[in-house]
Every structure is written in C-alpha cells, then in structure tokens.
C-alpha cells in the first residue's frame, strides 16, 4: 500500500481578502510522479508553495507523513523541509557564480555540508545532468535548457526525498522541453537510493504524459484530481476536456 508523504484536507488560501484556493484535497503517494495542469493564473504555483511548505494555508490542513503541519515543532518542520528540493520557475540562479558555484552553495548554505564534500558533490551532479563542459561557466554564459539543467542540477544535490518542479519547460522548445522531462524522470531513479517523489507544475500536455503518473487539474483555485494519463484524456469534465484540447472556451 502506497503510504502518502503529504495529504491536503480542505485547503484553502486567501491573500488579502481574495480566495486564490479553495477546499483543497490531494494526496501525494511515495514515489510518485504528479502532474499538476491547468490554465496559467488557476493556482498551480501557490499550490506547489504550499505542499513545500513556503506557504501557510488559511483554511483546512496540511498532514506530512501522517500528522498535521500544525502540530510539528519548528524543528521537526525544520527536518522535513531538508528531505525535499524545489526547482523555481526562473531557476533562480545566482548570477555571479559559476555553475559549479551555484550548486556548491545551495548545499553549504540549505545543509551545512563542507565546502570539500559539496563541491564534490557538485562536479558529480553537473556531470549527471551533462554540464561537466560548463562548471565554470555562469548562467548568462549558457543557453536557456542548460540553465534549466542547473536547476535541476543544485536541486538534486541535496538528494531530496521529495522534488518541486515549478514549470520546468517554461520558455524552452519542444525538443529541449521533452529532453529536461526525460532527465526529470531519470533522476527520479538513481542507484542505491529510494524512488524519489516528484510533483511537475506544467502548462503543456505532452509534458504532463510524459512525467505523470497521476495528473491534477486546476482552474480558477480549485482542484480536479483527473487520474492516470489515460484517465485523464477519457476524463468527462468540460473543463478537462477543453483544456486538453487547447480551447480557452466551450462551444458558443
């Protein structure tokens, strides 16, 4: 029996008297890879925010393997914060560093690994991902999937348990888009370690296939759990169906 990592119960969000979430549920499986679709503006992101625990929600909880956020300490927050990774949209690179730099400081600063050990570990990871080549080079220096692939690269250093992946295929073309997802799912595999979990924000169909195991919906704040792949291309809500038929509206 598949054990969830984290469970939403009635979830909601406001944010200066606006409701952006409402009356969320989901649970999100070890091991899994979830997909989370849907119009740009319907949630999606502060949804990932909130599973990550960057965000509080207003109404309802949130359990992490079992128990309620709300009744963690700080430090038992603290510790399962350090077992999951998030890849932000703009990567969030630092400019001034190089590539082998970005991904020796994320580790120094989110863990507190050694310098020695993190840079190993970092040459490693550049290496997993195919940015051997570029270790000294920064991120203006590199194209935009290579940026992508350091992303990733400084995320899976700290060999979460759990990743974010926030538009991981924003601004990229369909080839370099399909090779990030596939990289995506190979790490999801690495040797001598657990399956790792994964949840993919994502705009585009094709890359929601070829990530998701289970794929969630979302329009204007609220959330359609929609299922497998092929679930959810035969699923019956309109708003599904539109969607992944590209239509912003139904028929008039």
């Known amino acids: 029996m598949q054990r969830a990592l984290i469970e ?5 969000l406001e944010i200066e008297g606006r409701v952006l979430l409402r ?3 989901l649970q999100l499986f070890e091991g899994e890879s979830l997909a989370l679709i849907g119009p740009s503006g319907s949630g999606k992101s502060l949804l990932l925010k909130l ?4 965000l509080e929600p207003t109404g309802g909880e949130i359990w992490d ?4 956020r709300s009744s963690m ?4 927050k603290l510790r399962w914060s350090r077992r999951q990774s998030m890849l932000f949209q703009r990567n969030a690179l630092f400019d001034s560093m190089s590539s082998l730099e970005n991904v020796i400081f994320q580790q120094v600063e989110s863990r507190g690994v050694d310098y020695e050990s993190a840079s190993r570990r970092a040459t490693t990871t550049l290496e997993t991902v195919g940015l051997g080549h570029a270790a000294n080079l920064y991120p203006d220096e590199i194209s935009g999937g290579m940026q992508k692939r350091l992303g990733i690269a400084r995320a899976i250093a700290l ?4 990743i974010f992946y926030d538009d991981p295929t924003a601004g990229l073309d369909p080839i370099t888009s399909r090779k990030i997802i596939m990289l995506i799912r190979e790490l999801q595999v690495r040797p001598g370690r657990a399956r790792s979990t994964i949840v993919v924000v994502t705009n585009e169909m094709a890359r929601a296939y070829q990530v998701a195991d289970r794929i969630a919906f979302m329009d204007r704040g609220e959330l359609l759990v929609t ?6 291309q035969a699923h019956q809500d309109p708003r599904v169906r539109l969607f992944i038929r590209g239509e912003a509206e139904g028929p008039q």
Do not use: I, W, Y
Not at 65 to 68: D, H, L, N, S, V
Not at 159 to 162: D, M, R
């Open 73 to 76: 300490s700080p430090e038992e």
């Open 65 to 68: 393997q079992g128990r309620p």
């Open 227 to 232: 299922g497998t792949v092929s679930e959810t």
């Open 8 to 12: 939403l119960h009635q979830v909601s």
């Open 51 to 54: 599973m990550a625990g960057l």
């Open 159 to 162: 060999e979460p348990e759990l």
């Open 23 to 25: 009356s969320l549920n």
